[in-house]
C-alpha cells in the first residue's frame, strides 16, 4: 500500500484515545522512562487508590515480566488494619518485593519526635523516616501517586521532579518539562520523585479502577463503623485518637475517600456500596477529596511547605 | 459516566491584566470544577488582601511567592470535564521574561486560547503569544476578545479586532483559528450565550473546546514507534519473550507488517503488539504498548522502529528552531546534551543563523551567544546520529531539548526544521 492509499483508507475518526486510555498511555510511558533512566527506582505505596492505580499501571507497563522496583511501604504505625490487608495481599498478587519504612522506628532511634496534643499525628514525621529509607537503599528514583488536581502546590509540580541532596524540593527552580521529554540527569545523592498520574483526577483514577475492575480495600465502600465528629470531621475510633471530655463514639455508615493515617482521615457520611455508586457520589460531590485531610488544613501553605522539606 | 471522553489539552496565554485568570476561574465554576472548600478559601484569602470581591486568580496561583506577589511565576495545571470532553488547562504566565514558560505549557497543547483585551486590540504580547503558538504548532488557536462588557459589546470593536488578527496571523502557521466575543467577568458567551451580543452567531467558547476537532492532531501516516525499554521477564513460563517497550509515535502499525529499525537498517516483521497480555489489532499515536518481531535482532532503547518505504531522516547535523531558557546564556560551541524520543547524544552547537525578534518577527544576524527566552535558528551537530522527522511533520519525532553537560538543567527547547 503506498502513502497516499494509507491516508485515504483511514477513518480517521476512529484512531483516537479515550481520555482513560491517553492518560493510561502517558503513565505507562513516564512508569517505563523511570525504569530505563534510573538505576534503583522505586513505588512509593500508600495503601491509597492512587498507589494502588499505580502498581497495576506497572504491572501492564512490564509484563509479562514481573514489575522490575520494590513498592516501599512508609509505615506511621497509625494504618487501618483494612489496609495493611490490603497491601499484603496486594505484594503476592503482583509478585513484587515491599520495603517497610517505618516511623515507629524513626521515634525510637530519636529521627524524630513525636507531636503531642489532641490532633497529634504522624504524618510530618514520615518525611523524615522516607528520605532516610531512600537513602539506606540508595533510590534515585521514587515514583508517587499524587495528582496535580489534589492541591494548589502539587499543581505546579513536574513528572520527573528533581530533589538536592537533601531531598528539599524548590517550587521556583523546577526544569522546565517540554513535550514527553523527561530529563531525570542528577548528581550523586541526588534523587527524583516521579509522579505518572499526575494528569489524572479524582474522578479519572475511580472510572480507571471501575473500567479495568481493579480490586481496592473496603475501606473506600460504604460500611458501619464507630466513629466521633470533631470540627466537622468524621473520625474513626482508633487506639491513637485520644478522646477530648465530652466526646462519646457513634456508630455510622461511612465510607472513606483517601487513605491517610486512621487519626487524622475523615470518612463521610456515605451508603455507597459499589464503584458505580462512589464513582455518581464523586461526580456529585462538592468537596474536594483532601477536604477530609487535618493535614491540610493547618495552614495554607500546608502542602508546599511539607513537600519544600521532602514530602511527597 | 463519560467513560469514552477525548482529552483535550489547551493553553491560555494572556497579558497581565486581560482577565485570564478569571476566564479559567469562569470556566472551572460554570462546568462546576470548582469545589466548595477551594471556594471557600479563596474567598477567605480575598478578604484577608481587603478585596471587596473573590479573586478567582488566587486559585490557580498556588506558590506562596505567587500569591505574595500576585503573580504566576510557573506553569499551572488545571483539570475539568465536560459530558464531552476532559479539559488540562496548562495555565502560562504572560510577563515576557517567561517565554520558556509558555513554551513548556504550548509543547503538549493541542489548542491556544489568546487572550485579547477588548479596549486595547492587538499588543506585543498578543504577537508573542501567538508567535509561540505557531513555532509550537499548535494545531487549533481560539482568539477570546474579552471586556466585551467594557466596550458597550460593539461589533465593530469586535471585527475591527478579528480582522487586525487575520492581518497579523497570515504571516504566522497556524491553520485553524476561531474568533470569540466574550465577557470571562460577567459570563457572557463562555459557556452561556450571551443576550449582550445578538449580533454574534458564532458558537460559545465552550461549545469550541468542546468540538474542535482534535482526531488528526496526531500524525496517523508516518509509522513511528521509538524504543523505550526492552522487555526480558528470563522466567520459566516467558523464556525468550523480547518485547520492545514505547508509545507510538506515529502511524499505525500491525501484526505481521514489515518494519525496519533505524538507524541500523536491520529489517523484520511483527509478531504481536500487545499491552498488559492483552493483544491489540493495531497501534497508533499515543498508544503505550509492547511489540514482539520475528526476528532475533539487535534492538536497544533509543532506535526507531519505521517501515521500510516510509523512515526518518538519519544525520548528525540538524537545523533548529531553539528555544534558549537557561538563566546562563549559550555560546557557540558549546556542547550539551541532546535529548530525542528516548535517545541521549552529546552534541555541540555549530552555528547561529539568526535570532528573532518575536514581537515584531524581524530577524537579527551574526550573533554569537543566546539569553533566556530568546529564540534563534541554529545548526547542532550530535556525536552520534539521530533518527528524526521534522517537526512540521511529527511533533514527537521532531523535538528535542538540550542538558547542560555541568548542571543537569533543561536549557533548551529545539523544533527540527
Not at chain 2, 502557521?173 to 450571551?194: K, T, Y
Not at chain 2, 474542535?212 to 496517523?220: G, P
Not at chain 2, 516483521?269 to 497480555?277: F, P, R, S, V
Not at chain 2, 517537526?391 to 519525532?397: A, C, E, G, S, V
Request: hydrophobic share 35%; net charge negative; glycine share 6%.
Amino acid at each position: 500500500m503506498t502513502k497516499l492509499n494509507v491516508a485515504e483508507n483511514l477513518n480517521m475518526s476512529q484512531y483516537y484515545l479515550s481520555h482513560l486510555k491517553e492518560l493510561e498511555s502517558e503513565a505507562i510511558f513516564v512508569i517505563r522512562e523511570v525504569v530505563a533512566q534510573f538505576e534503583k527506582p522505586a513505588l512509593l505505596f500508600s495503601g491509597g487508590k492512587d498507589s494502588i492505580v499505580l502498581a497495576y499501571l506497572s504491572r501492564k507497563a512490564f509484563y509479562p515480566a514481573r514489575i522490575p522496583f520494590p513498592l516501599v511501604h512508609i509505615d506511621t504505625g497509625h494504618n487501618f488494619p483494612e489496609t495493611m490487608e490490603y497491601r499484603d495481599w496486594l505484594v503476592n498478587e503482583l509478585g513484587v518485593k515491599l520495603i517497610v519504612g517505618s516511623v515507629q522506628e524513626s521515634i525510637d532511634k530519636g529521627r524524630v519526635k513525636e507531636e503531642t496534643g489532641w490532633n497529634a499525628s504522624r504524618n510530618a514525621l514520615q518525611t523524615v523516616t522516607l528520605l532516610d529509607t531512600i537513602e539506606k537503599y540508595k533510590f534515585d528514583a521514587a515514583m508517587g501517586g499524587a495528582r496535580r488536581d489534589e492541591e494548589k502546590a502539587r499543581a505546579k509540580e513536574r513528572f520527573f521532579s528533581h530533589r538536592d541532596e537533601f531531598g528539599q524540593w524548590d517550587p521556583k527552580n523546577q526544569r522546565p518539562e517540554l513535550w514527553n521529554l523527561f530529563n531525570g540527569r542528577k548528581h550523586m545523592g541526588e534523587h527524583f520523585r516521579v509522579f505518572p498520574i499526575s494528569n489524572w483526577t479524582e474522578m479519572d483514577v475511580w472510572q480507571y479502577i471501575y473500567t479495568e475492575q481493579i480490586p481496592i480495600p473496603k475501606l473506600y465502600f460504604s460500611h458501619e463503623r464507630e466513629v466521633i465528629v470533631r470540627d466537622n470531621a468524621i473520625l474513626s475510633t482508633s487506639p491513637w485518637l485520644k478522646l477530648k471530655p465530652g466526646e462519646t463514639p457513634t456508630r455510622k455508615i461511612v465510607r472513606f475517600r483517601t487513605c491517610g493515617d486512621m487519626p487524622i482521615t475523615g470518612a463521610v457520611e456515605s451508603t455507597a456500596d459499589t464503584l458505580e455508586k462512589i464513582i455518581e457520589e464523586v461526580a456529585a460531590s462538592r468537596k474536594t477529596e483532601r477536604g477530609t485531610r487535618a493535614d491540610d488544613k493547618r495552614s495554607e501553605t500546608a502542602m508546599e511547605d511539607r513537600k519544600k522539606s521532602g514530602y511527597f | 459516566m463519560y467513560i469514552n471522553n477525548q482529552l483535550l489539552r489547551f493553553t491560555t496565554a494572556g497579558s497581565v491584566d486581560d482577565g485570564k485568570s478569571t476566564l479559567i476561574g469562569r470556566l472551572l465554576y460554570d462546568s462546576k470544577s470548582i469545589f466548595e472548600d477551594q471556594l471557600e478559601a479563596v474567598e477567605a484569602s480575598s478578604a484577608k488582601k481587603g478585596f471587596d470581591y473573590v479573586d478567582l486568580s488566587l486559585l490557580t496561583d498556588g506558590l506562596k511567592s505567587e500569591r505574595e506577589q500576585g503573580i504566576t511565576i510557573d506553569v499551572a495545571y488545571r483539570y475539568f470535564a465536560t459530558p464531552k470532553r476532559k479539559f488540562i488547562i496548562a495555565d502560562t504566565p504572560g510577563h515576557i521574561q517567561y517565554t520558556r514558560n509558555m513554551v513548556t505549557g504550548a509543547s503538549t497543547a493541542n489548542l491556544a486560547l489568546i487572550l485579547i483585551d477588548a479596549r486595547k486590540g492587538l499588543v506585543e504580547q498578543t504577537h508573542r503569544h501567538s508567535f509561540i503558538a505557531s513555532l509550537l504548532k499548535i494545531p487549533h488557536v481560539i482568539v477570546c476578545v474579552n471586556k466585551m462588557d467594557l466596550v458597550n459589546y460593539s461589533e465593530e470593536v469586535f471585527d475591527k479586532i478579528v480582522e487586525d488578527y487575520k492581518a497579523f496571523s497570515s504571516k504566522l502557521e497556524v491553520s485553524d483559528i476561531q474568533f470569540v466575543p466574550i465577557s470571562a467577568l460577567v459570563g457572557d458567551n463562555v459557556v452561556n450565550r450571551s443576550e449582550n451580543m445578538p449580533w454574534y452567531d458564532g458558537a460559545t467558547l465552550m461549545h469550541m473546546l468542546e468540538t474542535v476537532h482534535i482526531e488528526s492532531d496526531y500524525n496517523h501516516i508516518d509509522s513511528r514507534f521509538p524504543v523505550q525499554y526492552v522487555i526480558r521477564p528470563q522466567s520459566k513460563e516467558y523464556p525468550d519473550f523480547r518485547g520492545y517497550a514505547g508509545r507510538i509515535g506515529g502511524g499505525i502499525f500491525r501484526p505481521g507488517e514489515e518494519i525496519m529499525v533505524l538507524p541500523s537498517g536491520f529489517t523484520s516483521k511483527i509478531k504481536t503488539i500487545e499491552l498488559g497480555g492483552k493483544l491489540l489489532d493495531e497501534a497508533f499515536a499515543p498508544m503505550s504498548v509492547t511489540m514482539t518481531l520475528e526476528d532475533e535482532i539487535d534492538i536497544s532503547r533509543g532506535d526507531i522502529i519505521a517501515k521500510p518505504n516510509n523512515h526518518p531522516q538519519t544525520e548528525q547535523d540538524i537545523d533548529l528552531m531553539l528555544c534558549w531558557m537557561n538563566q546562563r546564556p549559550v555560546n557557540l560551541n558549546t556542547k550539551l546534551y541532546v535529548r530525542h524520543n528516548t535517545k541521549e547524544v552529546r552534541g555541540v552547537l555549530k552555528e547561529i543563523q539568526y535570532k528573532l525578534d518575536i514581537s515584531s518577527l524581524q530577524r537579527i544576524e551574526n550573533v554569537d551567544h543566546l539569553t533566556m527566552n530568546e529564540i534563534a535558528r541554529v545548526k547542532i551537530r550530535t556525536a552520534q546520529p539521530l533518527s528524526f522527522d521534522s517537526y512540521r511533520k511529527n511533533r514527537i519525532t521532531g523535538s528535542v531539548i538540550l542538558i547542560d553537560e555541568g548542571t543537569n538543567e533543561t536549557v533548551a527547547a529545539g523544533m527540527i526544521v
